[in-house]
Nanobody
């Protein structure tokens, strides 16, 4: 069955960095664009970034542009999100899914990112 396992979250001070990973299984990874989302309590899940099937096309939500970098390793069926210059407003649970801004399958457990001094 399709599975997404997000990891790499944690507690970091403002200005710090984290690298999130998304290990995908159960489908043909290279056939899909992939996306990162985030969600805070009481709010809708929002799209953070998406990447094309071969990694050549990348798109970011405006608040993270210039600070976050999305990438993928198709040989490892894994996607990444390098997050630099983190701000308290980046605090959220981060999720990944197949598709470009519209999730294809059920969600994984997510990984918590907390930016606080």
């Amino acid at each position: 069955q399709v599975q997404f396992v997000e990891s790499g979250g944690g507690l970091v001070q403002p200005g710090g960095s984290l690298r999130l990973s998304c290990a995908a299984s159960g489908f043909t990874f290279t056939s899909y664009e992939m996306s990162w989302y985030r969600q805070t309590p009481g709010n809708e899940r929002e799209l953070v970034a998406w990447i094309g099937r071969l990694g050549g096309i990348r798109n970011y939500e405006s608040s993270v542009k210039g600070r976050f970098t999305i990438s993928r390793d198709n040989a490892k069926n894994t996607m990444y999100l390098q997050m630099n210059s983190l701000k308290p407003e980046d605090t959220a649970v981060y999720y990944c899914n197949a598709g470009r801004g519209a999730p294809v399958w059920s969600w994984g457990q997510g990984t918590q990112v907390t930016v606080s001094s």
